[in-house]
């Protein structure tokens, strides 16, 4: 997942906490995580 994270913070140009991922254990989570840290857009 970390992997991931990764690449979506490179490929979109966000930033994620590692704090946040905790509770990350889906892809849908990761998606309703960058929802929120990007406001959706």
């Known amino acids: 997942m ?3 994270t990764m ?3 490179d490929h979109f140009n966000v ?4 704090n946040a991922l905790a509770e990350v254990n ?3 989570d ?3 995580l960058l929802m ?3 406001g959706g857009s």
């Open 2 to 4: 970390m992997n991931l």
């Open 7 to 9: 690449e979506v913070e």
């Open 15 to 18: 930033d994620i906490p590692i």
């Open 26 to 28: 889906t892809i849908g």
């Open 30 to 32: 990761l998606v309703t």
């Open 36 to 38: 929120q840290r990007t």
